[in-house]
Structure formats: C-alpha cells, structure tokens
C-alpha cells in the first residue's frame, strides 16, 4: 500500500483514468491552474479553461456525455451549482427517461463542498441531499484518500450522471485557497485519517451505491458520510469509555441510498443517529427516517445532528451549527440513559 | 465637461483614503490569523467606487459584489461595525453572521454577494422599486469583468435596458477572473456586446478618480430623468493583492522558493509520463501557465494605484491630502485599536 493526501489521490486516480480513455477531458473554471497536473500531462485540449459561466458549459457538459465523451465539469464550489441547476435539474437528470430508456448522460460534476474553515453560508454548503432529491442523478461524497479516488473511477465509468462532492476539510489545496491563504497561524479542525490515508497500489473502481462499516458495534447506528464520519469515529472511541458500543457506516453514496445496509445495522443496534453536515429538513437524514419507518424496524430511537440554519460566519457559531463530536455526544448519552 | 470643484477632489481624497486605509488594517488582521477564510480587498478600485458614490443621493441602493469593504465605507456605514463583522462578533454589522462577503445595510440599501454576477438581478430590483414608488432614485451594480459572462448579468442588461430601469452598471475590469486572464476567455468586445442591448456604454480610466467622476456627471441626469434608462461604464483597475489576501499566483512572486518547490516536482513528473499528450503540446501548456503566473507579477506595481494618481496629478493640494490622511489615520487607528481590545478584553474572559 502507499499513502497520499486526499487531493493527491483524486489526481493519481483521475491521471489513471484519462491515461486509459482519451475520451475523458475536464472542463471548468480556472483548471488550468487547479488542475495544473493534468494539463501538464493531457495538454489544453483535456483540460479545459472557461470564463465564469456554469448554466453554459455544465449544459454543454451534459450533451458533450450525449455525444459520447466523457466529460468531468468542474463547479468550483457546490454553492455555484444555483446559477447552473437547470443543466442537472431539467437535463443530464431526465434525459435516460424522455429518451425511452435509449440516450444516457455519462457525466460527472466535480466539484468542493462543506465547511469548516469560516467562509459563510455562500461557500461552504454541502447540498448533496437536494442534488440526489432529483431522480436520475448519483451523488458520491468520498471521506478518505482511498474511498476518493476508488469513488471517481465509479463516478467515471458510470453510464449516468455523478456529482462527486470533496470536501474542502480534506482536499489541502481547497484549505490553503480558501482557509488559511498561506498563512501559518489559522487552523481547522481537519480529521487527518480523512485527509492521509493509504491508497490501492493500482486504482479500481468500487461499485456503486455500497456503503461502508468503518466500525462494528451493537447499541448505536451512526450514519454519516463526508469530514462527519471522522466526527463519528471520534464520538465513537469517547462512547467506547463509557461502554456505549457503536456502529459507524460511511454511506459513501446519498444516492443511490445503501438502504440495505442501514436496515441491517439499525436492525441490530435500535439505536440511530444520522449525521449529516447538509441541510436536515427535507433531506437525506429525514429519508432515512422514512426507510426504517417504511421497513418497519421498531421500536428504534432516532435522532440526527445535521445543519439546521444558515452557516454563520462567526468560527465558533459555525463549529456549532455544523455537525461536531459534542452535539453526536450528547445526543448519543440521550438515548443510552 | 464640468469643472471639478476643489472641495468634491478632496472628497474624493478622503473617501478613497479612508477605504484604503481601513483595508490595510483588514490586511494586517487577516495575516494575524484574526479573520478566518477568504478576505477579498477592494484596494485599487477606490476611485471607480469614490466616483460613483459621490454623485448618490439618498434613497439611492448600491449592489456590491465580494469586494463590499469601500462601497460601505464610502456610503457611510460605521466603520467599527464593519471591522467587528470581518471579526465574526455579535456586535458586528451583521451580527458576525455575515462576514465579509455577505454584508448588508437595511437603512443604506446596500447589498453584497459572494456569487460572481448576482449584483446584476440586485441592482436591476432595487431600479424597479423605485420606478414604481415613483423617486428620482436609482441603482448601482457593482461587478468585475469576470462577471460579464455569467448569464444573469447578461440578463439583468437587457432587463434593465427593455424595462428602462435606471440601473448603473459599474463594470470593475482588471482582466483577471481569479487565476484566468478574462481576455482570453472573452468573446468580442463587451462595450460592444452592452450596446448591443441598447445600453448606453462607455470606457474609463478606473484609476483616474476624476475621470470616473466626470463620466458618471454625465450618466447621472440620464438615470435621474422621467423616463430614464440604464447606463454602463467599463473602468479599469489593478488589484494589488490579488484575487484575494494570500492569491496563489501572487505567492509565487512573494516566496518563489516555498510556491515553486511545492509545485515543480509534480508538475514535471507529469509533462515527463511517459503516457498523455504529444510532447510539445504539453510543454506549451505548461509554459502558457508559467507565462500566466509571470503576467500576474504586474499586480502587485502601484503603478496605476487611484490615490498616489490623484496626489501626482494635483500637486497643489497636497497640504491638504497630507491633511486627510492624518485625519483617516487618527480616526482608524482608535477605531481599530478599540475594536482590537474589544475583541481580546472578550477572549480573556
């Protein structure tokens, strides 16, 4: 095994992929300098540089998959994804089924996601359980350098549209671009097995929708996926001293949904909490309420540390509005007492 | 054209100075680990914002992009409440929920956005309610030329142009769209491409603080008039700190060793794989990239900077200036200073 940064194993993964399909290219913002590698590589024709104009060229992404090329588009941040949402919401997402089931949409969207670092409600969202509430569309977020670039292969080879979400906690070269700027006294709090990790000697896709036991236990389910899950494990070793045994699955995927492996885990444990860094009303938390409820596994407790409000500049609100160890702690010694 | 009267120069001296100065010590805060993630500066288009404001009346609403700091300085928002918010406190303006990029003035209409164009829509709002309210007033959109591809900006022109909306479009145009020169991902020529929505258009020296002045004196009494319509002006400008405080592309100029070691191992292992492109077509990209980072050097030149322009050019004022400057200082720095006890007095608690 070797060992990368997150980052690092996207671009290995993603030189690994376009060395073996020449009809893979990249296109987005300033790619050229972020994705400098690649064009140093592939040269311009690959990697390709736009003015600021998502609704364009994520809708030209859309058909550039039809003709069949393997587009990824690259939105710098999910948060962009509003001026662009029609090229996923009424396109790449519909065509599979307006087609008769006969013109499918091989695309992916890269693009940042999350929070933690003091940027404020238009930089740091995650939206993933809005993008995957739309039918046709998968949406992967990766939580380890491994899982990163395994997830992009699946992204990749998949025959339908992807958006691949990493989170800037995660990604060095997103925290030096907009958490510390270079400067050496500001720090977050980066999980550091999400951010190093050993990687496969040769890169291989992982299959789709399959979520992950990142550790075994019998009186708590925690669900999650992203920088939380590293936020999960660490609850989880607290709990461990108080003799709370818990269970911490890594959904990879919020779509397709691993609902199996839900059910599986809260059939054994009765006990779940869904921790979730986006939205929690209406979204991927509240779907898996609706699972267990629909598979009628009861009686469970549920409960669920996700974003409620708008994240809020002030560093020590936004700790607070997004998913921490205290808020699954708390909650978590709620249910066992 | 109309004479500029030495009482609205020093105005703007002051206007200019006061914002420039307050961005220094937002400068220092931010290197000081005192304000967390992004802080994009608005130094070196003071005169573009000094020029504009000056003509505004009350009632007037001003759109800001991201670089918010010297529209709400000029416009007379206190400057402590500013400095508390870039400071995430609760007494802020926004109450620290805001930050830099997402500021707001109920009282003074004026708006921020981190979303590149969205100033465009806003602006174009703002002109419809005054349009229906019946006032003199008008609306203000702040934008750089990076925006100028992003289809809403696009739309808000020929919105505002087909509903005679009196909008002023304030094009801020450095040519740099983050790390991308804008030229090259440009099509035609935008004063061209505004026209073509029947606006009318027109170029400025964006750090010539007089000059804006004078062009806006002539596009106020077309705004301000019973039937009015939308008026556009392309003004240039140099950001001397980048993009924002701590620009890759700057870093590369300001500690070459650290930048370029961190990138060159990868970068040449990656134009020597012996899989991808032909050879010399990866060699030219690498060498556009390189020319790109070379080209960004011409930024951190105070060459064209607005307020050493205007003390250049009008040498007889400069008692005056010298004033001003004296005055801006005095009153920032106990400004600052309080802010800054303010705010360690709380963390020592």
Known sequence: MRKMEFAEAIESALKHAMTNDPDIFLMGEDVHTLRINLLAQFGKERVISTSISESAFLGAGVTAAMAGLRPIIEIMLIDFIGV???????????????????WNVPLVVRTSCGGGYGDGGQHEQSLWGWLAHIPGLHVVVPSNPSDAGQLLLSAIESDHPVIYLEHKLLADYWLDYMGTGGRENVSFDVPEKGAIGEVPEKWESLPIGKANILREGDDITLISLGVSVHRCLEAANILSEDEISVEVLDLRWVSPLDKEAIITSVSKTKRVIVVDEDYMRFGLSGEIAAILAEENISPIQFGRVCTEHTIPFNRHLEDNVLPNVNRILALARKFKS | MTLMREKTILELYEAMYTSRYLEKIVTQLWEKGNIYGEMHLGIGEEAIIAGVLSHLIPGDAISTDHRSTPPFVMRGVDIESLLLEFLGHPKGLCSGLGGHMHLFCKELLLTSSGIVGSSGPSAVGFALATKYQKTKNIAVAFFGEGSMNQGMLLESLNLASSLNLPVLFICKDNNWAITTRSNEVTGGVLLDRVRGFGIEAREVDGSDCMAVWQAVETAIPRLRKRNPAPYFIQASCTHNEGHFLGDPLLRFHRSPKKELGAVTGPLTKSVLHYKGGRLDKRISSVSNVLALIAKARAQLSFSNDPIRRLEKTQTH????????????????????????????????L
């Open chain 1, 84 to 102: 662009a949402i029609d090229a996923l919401l009424n396109h790449a997402s519909k065509i599979l089924t307006f087609s008769g089931g006969k």
């Open chain 2, 317 to 348: 004022l400069k008692d005056q200036f010298a004033q001003i400057k004296l005055k801006v200082e005095k009153k920032i720095n106990s400004i600052s200073e309080r802010v800054l006890n303010l705010v360690q007095e709380e963390a020592s």
